[in-house]
């Protein structure tokens, strides 16, 4: 029986991540539930993190989070585990743009890189004032 949904099946996607490493950190006991494995909520804020870098080089300026959706938690992390985060730019609006963000882990640093969660991130360009602004328009 094959362990996953159809729509987790196409977050499994390819056997590479798509887009670029972003960001890369070491998951530590203290990122853990009670269950022992990553909490779910540091990987998400690890995610939106790595959006948000790429998302602000692209705009040129301030970006701000405006929603996350299709979410999966594919597979658990461990303590040890290193954790890539990978961006790739989905669309580009006006003033917003939403990117892929791909989480794939080394187990206990090694072997064959794992791909553990991934969601789609929208972000929206501010100007100074914190009114939406044309991306690439830094204010």
Do not use: H
Not at 56 to 68: D, P
Not at 92 to 107: D, I, N, P
């Amino acid at each position: 029986m094959w362990p996953y949904t159809k729509r987790e099946a196409d977050f499994l996607g390819p056997a590479a991540p798509r887009g670029e490493l972003a960001a890369r950190t070491l998951a530590m006991p203290a990122d853990t539930n009670p269950s022992g494995d990553i909490f779910g909520g540091w990987l998400m804020s690890l995610m939106d993190s790595a959006g948000a870098i790429t998302a602000t080089r692209r705009a040129e300026g301030r970006v701000v989070t405006a929603s996350v959706s299709n979410i999966a938690f594919l597979r658990p992390v461990k303590v040890g585990d290193v954790v890539c985060c990978y961006t790739d730019i989905l669309r580009m609006g006006r003033s917003s743009m939403t990117l892929c963000v791909e989480v794939w882990v080394l187990r206990q640093g090694r072997g064959s890189r794992v791909k553990v969660t991934a969601a789609e991130f929208t972000f929206v360009a501010l100007d100074e004032t914190g009114k939406p602004r044309p991306i690439g328009a830094a204010g």
